[in-house]
C-alpha cells in the first residue's frame, strides 16, 4: 500500500534535515579572540578589515590589542591587520562545519598577530596570502590551524623573517648611533649653555658693580656742588682779654738755722791679742844614697856545629842476600788487559715504510621535517655527519615566541642558525 509512496517521503525528509541543518548552522558562532602587535611602533593608525566572502564587512580601529569577533559558521572570512608603513598579515577563517556540529557550542580561538616595517629591497610577496589558515577539524572536533597550508608556506615565511631581522638589526644600529650623536650634542649644548650662563652673571656683576659705582660718584658730585654753593660763613672777632694788674709779693723774714745736733763721741776700740808665734820647722834629713848596681855578666856564644853528610846510598839491587834469610824468588808484576765478555749491540739504521692514510671527508646530511601543532609549529633539523648526529629544533608557539633546542637542550638563535642551517649552505 505504501510501497509506492516510500521514496518521495524519503526525500521530503532528507531535504527537511538538511534545511534544519542549515538553519542550525545559521544560527551558530564562532567567537575569536586576538591581540595585535606592532614591532617598531605603536597600535595608532592601525585596522583590522574583515572581508565575509570576498566582500568588505566591516572596520575596527580601536581596541584593536585586546578583540573578540563573533564569525557566522558557513562562511569564508578573511582579517587584514594593516597600518601605513608596516606589512600586512591576513588570517583565514573557514567556518564550514557538518550538519550535525551545527547547534554545538565552540570554544573560542585565540591568536597574536605581530605586524612590522616594511623595509626596502625585503621580499615580501608571501604575506599577499595568508599566514595562517583555521579550519575546522574532525578529529579534535574543533578549530585548529591547518597545517599542510602551513606547510607550505613556512619555508618562504622563515625566509622573510630572517631578512626582515636583518634589517631590523640594522635600523636598530642606526637608531643608536643616532641617539649618541643627538646625545653628544646635546650635552655639548648643555656645556654651552651653561658657559653662556656663567659669562652672563659674570657681566651682571660686572654691570652691577659699574652702576653703584657711578651712583655712589654721582652721590659725592653732588654733595660737593651743594658744599660749594653755600656761602662761608665769616668768623665772629673774638674779645681781647683785660690785663689785670699783678700782685707785688711781699718780702718775707728769713728763718735762722737751727743747730745741728751733735753725735755721741764713739769709744776707744782696745787693742785685739797677739797670737803666741809658731816654732820654726825642723829640718828633714838628706836620703840615704844606694850602692850602684853590680855589672851584668856577659852571655858567651858558643860556635855552631857543622853539618855531618848522610852516609851514600845504595841501590837495592846491590844488596846481597843474607845466608838464611827468604828462598822465594822476586818475580815482577805482569799487567795485561782482560778481554770484556759484554759486546756492544750493533746499531741498524732502517727507515720502516708506513702505509699512506688519507682521511676521506665525511659530508654531512640534513633532514629537515616541519611539525604544525594545534598552538606551535616545530621545525625539527637532524644533522648526520659519519657517526655523529645532532638533532636541532625551532619551536614557534603562538602565544610565547620562538624557541631554539640543541640535542633537547635550549641554545641560542646564533647556534641554530649556524650549524643546522649553514649545513644546507642557507
Known sequence: ??????????????????????????????????????????????????YKDGEKQRTLTADLKDFKLDLDL??????????NGFVTKKLSFNTNVPAAMGTTPFMPFTFIVSIFKQYEGVNTVVFNQPVGMIRYDDEQEEFDYDTDYTKSIQSALEDAQEAIAEKQKEEAGKEADAAKQRASADKEK???????????????????????????????????????????????????????????????PKPKPEPKPQPPPKPKEQPKPQPPP?????????????????????????????PVAPPPSRPAINAKANAGGDGRLALAPRLENEASPIQPANVRIAIEARPKFESTPVVPVRHKDVVVEPNQVITVVRVEQGENANEYRKVVRKYSGTFYFKDGSSCSQSTYEREALAVAGE
Request: with cysteine; proline share 15%; aromatic share 2%.
Open 1 to 50: 500500500m505504501f510501497s509506492g509512496n516510500r521514496r518521495p517521503f524519503r526525500l521530503l525528509v532528507a531535504v527537511l534535515a538538511i534545511a534544519g541543518a542549515a538553519a542550525a548552522m545559521a544560527q551558530g558562532k564562532l567567537t575569536v579572540s586576538g591581540k595585535l602587535r606592532v614591532d617598531g611602533g605603536n597600535l595608532d593608525d592601525c585596522k583590522l578589515v574583515v
Open 74 to 83: 558557513g562562511a569564508n572570512y578573511i582579517l587584514s591587520f594593516e597600518k
Open 190 to 252: 648643555a656645556k654651552q649653555d651653561a658657559r653662556a650662563a656663567k659669562q652672563a652673571e659674570a657681566q651682571a656683576k660686572i654691570d652691577e658693580r659699574a652702576r653703584k659705582e657711578a651712583e655712589d660718584q654721582a652721590a659725592k658730585d653732588a654733595r660737593l656742588a651743594e658744599q660749594a654753593a653755600k656761602p662761608e660763613p665769616k668768623p665772629e672777632p673774638k674779645p681781647e682779654p683785660k690785663a689785670e694788674p699783678k700782685p707785688v709779693p711781699k718780702a718775707e
Open 278 to 306: 809658731k816654732p820654726a820647722p825642723k829640718p828633714e834629713p838628706a836620703p840615704k844614697r844606694m850602692p850602684p848596681p853590680p855589672p851584668a855578666p856577659v852571655a858567651q856564644v858558643k860556635p855552631r856545629p857543622k
